[in-house]
């Protein structure tokens, strides 16, 4: 695999036993070949987790669709990332969840092969894509991603997010309290596979997480975001 990555991460999911691992993986907009697949495989990667979006703004259905096709082969299965473009700002139709949601399901509408979808809720440095001061205009711009997502797609979704981030978007930890119904995975580089750390970085109101990525690492020629499940 000589291919450079752009951005991409896998998400492994470690159990006790090294030989024994289940994993989660992240790509870029790159296409992979069956061989990429078969080395995932043979570390026990179950499961990967696939963006459609570059750069928040183009969607690349063919390489989403080749990705499903030869990860099934290979008994992996898929869920997709929604990473939204928020901007309370500019006025532009495309800074809209309506919008937004609305290509996304368009585009995946006949994407056949993926499980759920995962919402990232990510203060980013950029200078379009940035969530607004207000605490409580977030929480109900969130409110409405989530319900679209769900309107559109028929499809669980989940929250990808870090104590941090949900504070830097939401004013506090434990404002924006009310989606305590989806899957969570929080993100912390301790570098330490447990969850031993949920209690000093618990933010809104879950009890416990899903995931939590912990450290970096390489694996069959990818950079790597290491992850308990």
Do not use: H
């Not at 570390?43 to 063919?62: P, R, S």
């Not at 919402?119 to 379009?128: A, E, F, G, R, S």
């Not at 997480?209 to 069959?220: A, G, H, L, Q, R």
């Amino acid at each position: 695999m000589n291919k450079k990555l752009i951005c991409c991460f896998l998400l492994l999911i470690l159990a006790s036993n090294i030989n024994a691992q289940s994993s989660i993986a992240f790509y870029d907009i790159l296409d992979y070949e069956d061989t990429m697949y078969q080395c995932l495989r043979f570390y026990k990667v179950g499961t990967q987790l696939v963006d459609g979006y570059k750069d928040n703004t183009t969607i690349f259905y063919g390489q989403v669709q080749g990705k499903i096709d030869r990860a099934l082969q290979q008994g992996v299965s898929t869920d997709l990332l929604f990473d939204p473009c928020v901007n309370t700002i500019r006025q532009e139709n495309f800074y809209t969840p309506e919008y937004q949601v609305t290509k996304f399901s368009e585009n995946y509408k006949s994407l056949k092969g993926y499980q759920n979808i995962w919402l990232n809720v990510i203060q980013k440095v950029d200078q379009n894509c940035f969530w607004s001061t207000d605490a409580n205009l977030n929480c109900e711009i969130l409110s409405k991603y989530v319900s679209l997502l769900q309107a559109q797609t028929g499809k669980k979704i989940g929250i990808r997010s870090s104590s941090l981030d949900w504070s830097n978007i939401f004013g506090t930890t434990a404002n924006c309290a009310n989606f305590s119904n989806l899957p969570l995975s929080y993100i912390n580089y301790n570098q330490k596979p447990n969850f031993q750390d949920w209690q000093d970085q618990q933010f809104g109101s879950w009890r416990g997480p899903m995931m939590k990525e912990f450290d970096t690492t390489e694996i069959c020629g990818l950079t790597t975001t290491l992850s308990v499940y």
